[in-house]
């Protein structure tokens, strides 16, 4: 294939990964399938030994087709957040049918056009690493053929201008040989090359006002992971991820690594609100009390209840290593009271959930590995240490529906049946005994829960009801539904029955890597949960959540392709950490790392030589007229540098211009004093604009002068048979030759000077 | 005049100093550029304002690839120099291949989709696109050749010519202008003249076949001269032998082709021409120059002696000849007709007893006073009715 046929193939591929990229932002398999199909049938049909293609008409009228198909389809039951998903959705389409059509210039603008704005439409949607690679390979290729089409394209204008003139020109022959085609190919490696690198410098350093949040939606698809809220309405299906977020290795006081007996409930956000409305949960917001610790180096802890004097018990240790995940987060198990890190961090406490979160303002990246202390079951006084006097709250009682109340009293009359119940506390009841009511409660519901509730992450088969709040479907109608739906049904429940309580979201790590003795958190081990008061700081956690349901797809979902997923999850990591959670904060980081590198490296240098110069002055007794001489001795050494700069360079020059370069040192010495006249000669017909080209002898040259100016020719002539004797002779320059000279360039100048003023 | 017709010189230290003098740099945008400036910045807006990290990525890479155009395309037209190569004549209405030597003189750096673009009035050459070359390699000399149209005839200047890329992504367009003078004479332009039309009016005349005044034929006797060894022995005179006892050898004449002589009559003075209303003198003048180079195409196609003489233009007498060179130089001097200059007297008939056809080619009207009697005269309001009508 001949370099110019080659951008077929390049456009090909520019689309083909563009619509894939489009298809891995979606998550969307069917749509990747039947484009990767379609879009390779096209390459055989048109460009097969039988290449057809299809009418201009007709690839017209599929456009407007898809454009109303489409079009129609998101007004009539499209939501508005998905908007870019339908748009790449019909650019994806038109350009399916652009491969199909001719391949003229501005098809090929066109088809070149749809793949970036496919691209584009695909970093709105997602922000995955596969998505982040597909759009590095797409930039790759684009440059590649825009490069190609740029040839192809001038080829094409060069040959229909001769076709405008046919029967009068030779038709236009491109000669493509391998020489081009492998510098082409360096060419495109040195400009990939480049618009990385400045590409890179321009992400870095462009500006970033607004915070990282949500990175666009998927529509209504989702997948299973982390967030600080619940959207019951997110998304119909689930679809089960096996990213390796990160291990957790669990050691006991006595030192002994294990796995538990239950699974490892990992605290990533409290939520308290739930927004009827909006049909969500979402942690509230206060920065009352938050209380910041900065971790010591080397992994060494920082006592999070630091009120505490003393042994306040048996501590287990939790050490956290991320694989691909990267969040301000610190996940936790309950109650952590102390944390430790490999480098020095900012850690923010809320007493009010004991959640933890990373607010360095001094990093790059969010990826680092800690270490935390926790107590399983903390005392009461350790709790109250941490919490450290926050206020008490009402909001845990507080749900907005009030439909609630009574399927909640309906709910406990039907969990009586099964499970122990105890009777409601008296008005007047202690807080222990109320504490313990809600406890009891709440355990009972849970498992009556876990036993009539069936789990599930497919919810499109239990159709929505207007008007119908998700959780009440889910209590009253469904009975199935995933985690969040289990912890929001649990915790409305509890709400409505006055028992405080709170929605707590994280990751379960239930899958334990015997050999490595870690636990393995991916993403589809996130996971929600309820925590019920059972104390006035202390917070027991409640899941209903059918566990073996969790175990079982756990281990329907366990590949052989997990086994190397370690190597995928070290590049997301790297992706989620250096490209997806950079912002302003990094930014600064890495500006304040130049800056004071810079001052390292030169300040202390600078300060020494200061420093030697003043020894020597007071050595010296040169006083205060000593900065004069070192400034003169500066310039001085500066000028002879420059000096001899020039001079090297105007010998390297001569030299070249004398083709001395094969001359033995000593004679080329000699050469450039004794021929400095015919250069001189040069210069002086250069400045007359008679510059003498390489491929001439002086002699020829000399010769080509006389057919514009007789004299000057003469003239020149002799100052080059005089060189010649210098340059090939026995002749030596002697100083009485010298003056000969001076008068040979004399009559030259005149020779010009009677010639410019004839012309 | 003749020294300008005889050839469109370009002068030495002109190409001297294209080739090496330091040619002009300019970028200019491009409409494609200008487009892409505006969607980057779109993205760029978006990407600001709205918190995704591979927006800004994609807006980045954009940008570079923007600033990669300009370094790219500007490095690889660093060290590349290029000359015109001295153009052949051209004729109107044919195509005019103009030739440009590119030397890329980079050691590392290729060159790519250079275009060359001539200065040059759109209204004395019609161009049919840019001379182009795919790859111009490092230390490497191409050639690259622009196709033109000469619209009129006589001595077009050629000023300064540009090399430009858009290579690698049509963003920036890069320029290199060379400043080279150089001339090329546009040759009037040659209709087809119907075949018989020499032959009828040479036929039985004085430009009809006839024995050429000189030796080397093999028909009539010439002539006799002294016997040169290697002659052939038919040709001895022996009569001649037999009386003198010297050796002899009998001269032939030859025959030679019939001659024809155009006379291009341009006594008038342009604005003196009689001219019907809508009709215009100075085009009257160009079409009776076409018909006079019609006409000796036509007698070099047919194999006549031939030769041109213009009244009314100072212009040297040419000879009788026939061959390429000779016509091209006669085509040449009738490019080089200055309309505009001052008229001059006298018919430019060569010597009197020169044995030729005599046509005379007049613009607006005939005047037989300007030839013998035995002269042919055409106007140039009769060149449709001497063409061949396909």
Same mark, same amino acid.
């Given at each position: ?84 998903? *339908? ?236 694989? !691909? ?22 850690? *923010? ?10 607010? !360095? ?26 919490? *450290? ?106 709400? !409505?029955?006055?028992?405080? !309580? ?258 | ?89 051209? %004729? ?166 019939? %001659? ?66 000779? %016509? ?63």
């Amino acid at each position: 294939m001949t370099l110019l046929r080659r951008y077929r193939f390049a456009s090909f591929m520019l689309a083909l990964v563009a619509m894939i990229a489009f298809a891995i932002a979606e998550l969307d398999f069917q749509m990747l399938f039947i484009s990767v199909v379609l879009a390779t049938l096209s390459w055989y049909v048109t460009e097969g030994p039988r290449g057809r293609t299809l009418p201009d008409w007709m690839s017209n009228i599929l456009v407007i087709a898809v454009l109303l198909w489409r079009g129609s389809s998101f007004l009539i039951d499209g939501d508005a957040v998905d908007a870019m998903g *339908a748009l790449g959705g019909i650019l994806m389409w038109i350009l399916l049918i652009k491969l199909y059509a001719r391949r003229t210039s501005s098809e090929e603008r066109q088809r070149f056009a749809l793949s970036t704005m496919l691209v584009i439409a695909g970093c709105l949607e997602s922000v995955e690493f596969a998505f982040g690679a597909l759009v590095l390979v797409y930039g790759g290729v684009a440059i590649w053929a825009a490069m190609l089409w740029q040839l192809a394209r001038s080829a094409e204008t060069a040959r229909a201008s001769r076709q405008v003139i046919a029967g009068f020109a030779p038709p236009l022959e491109i000669a493509v040989g391998r020489r081009v085609v492998a510098q082409f190919r360096g060419i495109a490696i040195v400009s990939m090359v480049m618009v990385v690198a400045l590409g890179t410098v321009v992400f870095v350093f462009f500006p970033r006002f607004a915070a990282l949040g949500s990175m666009g939606g998927r529509g209504r698809t989702s997948v299973t992971g982390f967030s600080d809220e619940i959207r019951l309405r997110g998304g119909d299906r689930i679809t089960e991820s096996r990213r390796e977020l990160f291990t957790v290795r669990w050691i006991d006081p006595d030192g002994t690594t294990r796995q538990l007996l239950r699974p490892l409930l990992l605290r990533g956000a409290v939520l308290t609100w739930y927004a009827a409305n909006g049909e969500r949960w979402v942690a509230s917001r206060g920065e009352a009390g938050i209380r910041i610790f900065r971790t010591p180096a080397q992994n060494r802890f920082v006592a999070l209840a630091a009120a505490l004097k003393g042994d306040i018990g048996p501590m287990a240790t939790a050490e956290i290593e991320m694989r !691909s995940y990267a969040s301000d987060v610190i996940f936790s198990t309950y109650a952590p009271v102390g944390v430790a890190t490999s480098e020095p961090r900012s850690i *923010a406490l809320d007493p009010m959930t004991l959640i933890l979160r990373d607010v !360095s303002t001094d990093r790059v990246g969010r990826y680092w590995n800690y270490s935390l202390h926790v107590q399983s079951q903390p005392s009461a006084m350790v709790l109250d240490a941490l919490a *450290a006097g926050s206020s008490e709250s009402d909001q845990y009682t507080l749900f907005p529906i009030p439909r609630m109340q009574a399927i909640a009293l309906r709910i406990l009359d039907e969990a009586r049946v099964s499970e122990t119940i105890p009777d409601t506390p008296a008005l007047d009841a202690d807080d222990a005994a109320r504490f313990q009511y809600g406890r009891e409660v709440a355990r009972a519901i849970a498992s009556w829960m876990r036993k009539q509730f069936t789990y599930t992450t497919d919810l499109s088969a239990f159709p929505r009801v207007v008007g119908e709040d998700p959780i009440v479907s889910f209590l009253e109608r469904n009975r199935s539904g995933h985690c969040e739906y289990f912890a929001s049904g649990l915790c409305a429940v509890l709400r !409505s029955l006055k028992i405080e !309580s709170r929605i707590v979201t994280g990751f379960i790590a239930i899958e334990y890597d015997e050999r490595a003795e870690h636990y393995i958190v991916r993403e589809s081990n996130a996971h929600a949960w309820v925590e019920v008061r059972t104390g006035v700081n202390s917070w027991t956690a409640m899941d209903a959540t059918p566990e073996e349901s969790l175990l079982q797809i756990q281990e329907r979902n366990r590949s052989f392709a997990d086994g190397f997923r370690w190597m995928y999850s070290r590049l997301e990591f790297l992706w989620n950490s250096r490209v997806v959670s950079y912002d302003s904060a990094a930014q600064s980081t890495i500006a304040d790392r130049v800056r004071s590198g810079w001052r390292e490296a030169f300040g202390a240098r600078l300060a020494q030589i200061g420093a030697s110069m003043r020894n020597i002055a007071s050595e010296l007794s040169l006083g205060s007229a000593g900065g004069v001489w070192f400034a003169t001795i500066a310039i001085g050494i500066s000028t002879a540098l420059l000096a001899r700069l020039i001079v090297v360079n105007r010998t390297r020059r001569l030299r070249r211009l004398l083709h001395l370069e094969a001359v033995a040192p000593a004679e080329q010495r000699r050469l450039l004093r004794d021929a400095a006249f015919y250069v001189e000669a040069l210069h002086v017909l250069e400045r007359a604009g008679f510059s003498k080209p390489s491929h001439l002898t002086p002699r020829a040259f000399a010769e080509s002068l006389r057919a514009h100016h007789a004299q000057t020719a003469d003239a020149f002539a002799a100052i080059v048979e005089q060189f010649y004797r210098i340059r090939y002779g026995p002749t030596q320059n002697r100083s009485e030759e010298a003056v000969t000279h001076r008068s040979q360039i004399l009559a030259l100048r005149f020779a010009l000077s009677q010639n410019s003023q004839r012309s | 005049m003749l020294a300008l017709a005889l050839g469109a010189r370009t002068c030495h230290n002109e190409r001297v100093k294209a080739v090496l003098s330091t040619p002009k740099r300019r970028t200019r945008i491009v409409a494609a550029g200008v487009i892409y400036t505006i969607v980057v910045l779109v993205i760029g807006l978006a990407a600001g304002s709205r918190p995704n990290n591979l927006l800004i990525w994609v807006f980045a890479c954009l940008l570079a690839a923007m600033v990669a155009s300009g370094f790219v395309s500007g490095f690889m037209l660093m060290r590349v120099r290029a000359r015109r190569i001295e153009p052949r004549r051209g %004729r109107v209405g044919e195509a005019l291949l103009v030739r440009y030597e590119i030397t890329n003189t980079s050691r590392f750096i290729p060159a790519y989709d250079l275009h060359v673009k001539e200065h040059v009035d759109g209204s004395l050459l019609e161009t049919a696109g840019d001379a182009w070359v795919l790859h111009a390699g490092p230390r490497d000399q191409v050639h690259a050749e622009a196709v033109f149209r000469p619209r009129l005839r006589g001595p077009i200047r050629l000023n300064a010519f540009e090399v430009t890329s858009t290579f690698p992504f049509d963003l920036l367009r890069k320029v290199l202008i060379f400043s080279q003078r150089s001339e090329v004479l546009i040759h009037p332009e040659v209709r087809a003249l119907r075949s018989n039309l020499l032959s009828q009016i040479t036929s039985g005349g004085m430009g009809g076949n006839r024995l050429s005044s000189s030796a080397g034929g093999n028909d009539d006797f010439f002539g006799v001269r002294e016997y040169r060894p290697g002659d052939s022995i038919r040709q001895i005179a022996w009569k001649r032998l037999a009386g003198t006892g010297k050796l002899a050898t009998i001269e032939r004449s030859r025959s030679v082709p019939p %001659r024809v002589r155009i006379l291009l009559d341009l006594r008038v003075a342009t604005n003196a021409l009689k001219v019907t209303e809508g009709e215009s003198a100075r085009t009257l003048e160009e079409e009776a120059i076409v018909l006079a180079a019609s006409f000796l195409a036509l007698a070099d196609r047919l194999g006549y002696e031939y030769s041109l003489s213009i009244a009314g233009v100072a212009t040297p007498p040419v000879a009788l000849r026939r061959g390429h060179f000779h %016509r091209e130089k006669l085509m040449s001097v009738l490019a080089a007709i200055d309309l505009d200059a001052v008229r001059t007297s006298g018919n430019g008939l060569a010597a009197s007893d020169e044995r030729a056809t005599v046509v005379v080619v007049h613009a607006d009207r005939t005047d037989t006073s300007i030839a013998p009697n035995e002269a042919w005269h055409f106007t140039a309001r009769q060149f449709p009715t001497l063409v061949v009508t396909s």
